[in-house]
């Protein structure tokens, strides 16, 4: 595939979306943000980059002097991941610091491009039985993934690349979104 044709899927792709979907996971973080409850953000390798960029765009870019700042965390932290990874194993990697750290009606955003990462699904297993709210953004056919959540936002594509790049999209839509929101 070249470059022309790499784009040219990826602008077919824009006008697949579940746009339905990207707007009810805007009304989750408005309603989490109004009451002061906190977003945890996970997924791994280039989702976790991508959850680390979203939850920068959250915690920085949408503080406004007449609304309630978003309280988000990654579990990412290295050592707590690499601890977690090294004593419990790589699926424990997400849960057990969501575990600590997160309260009902809270929201959990698994992050996973296949749908099936074993350790986001845990975590998000344990997230809804927590009681917080949970988002999985995925891709493919959504995976293990689209069935555990509250709310699933599949990319409706099988090219790793393409949904990838449509995750870091969406997100930045939903960020310009809570954006508009009165200051």
């Given at each position: 595939?070249?470059?022309?044709?790499?784009?040219?899927?990826?602008s077919?792709?824009i006008?697949?979306?579940?746009y339905?979907?990207?707007?009810?996971?805007v009304?989750?973080?408005r309603?989490?943000?109004?009451?002061g409850?906190?977003?945890?953000?996970f997924?791994?390798?280039g989702s976790?980059?991508t959850?680390s960029?979203?939850a920068?765009d959250?915690g920085?870019g949408?503080?406004?002097?007449?609304?309630?700042?978003?309280?988000?965390?990654?579990?990412h932290?290295?050592a707590?991941?690499?601890?977690?990874?090294?004593?419990c194993?790589?699926?424990?990697?997400?849960?057990?610091?969501?575990?600590?750290?997160?309260?009902?009606g809270?929201v959990?955003?698994?992050?996973?491009?296949?749908?099936?990462?074993?350790?986001?699904?845990?975590?998000?297993e344990?997230?809804?039985?927590m009681?917080l709210?949970t988002?999985?953004?995925?891709?493919?056919q959504?995976?293990?993934?689209?069935?555990?959540v509250?709310?699933c936002?599949v990319v409706?594509?099988?090219?790793?690349?393409w949904i990838e790049?449509?995750?870091?999209a969406?997100?930045h839509?939903?960020?310009?979104?809570?954006?508009?929101?009165?200051?």
């Amino acid at each position: 595939m070249g470059i022309r044709e790499y784009f040219a899927g990826l602008s077919e792709l824009i006008g697949r979306l579940p746009y339905g979907k990207i707007e009810a996971l805007v009304g989750i973080l408005r309603e989490v943000r109004e009451r002061g409850g906190c977003v945890f953000v996970f997924g791994n390798g280039g989702s976790a980059t991508t959850a680390s960029h979203f939850a920068c765009d959250l915690g920085k870019g949408t503080v406004a002097e007449k609304r309630p700042r978003f309280r988000v965390v990654t579990l990412h932290d290295i050592a707590t991941f690499s601890a977690y990874a090294n004593d419990c194993g790589y699926e424990a990697v997400f849960v057990e610091p969501l575990k600590s750290l997160a309260r009902p009606g809270d929201v959990a955003v698994g992050i996973s491009a296949s749908g099936n990462s074993p350790n986001v699904l845990r975590a998000l297993e344990a997230a809804r039985e927590m009681g917080l709210r949970t988002v999985g953004i995925t891709g493919y056919q959504g995976g293990k993934l689209r069935e555990l959540v509250e709310l699933c936002i599949v990319v409706p594509s099988d090219d790793m690349q393409w949904i990838e790049d449509m995750h870091l999209a969406i997100l930045h839509a939903v960020f310009r979104a809570l954006l508009e929101d009165e200051a």
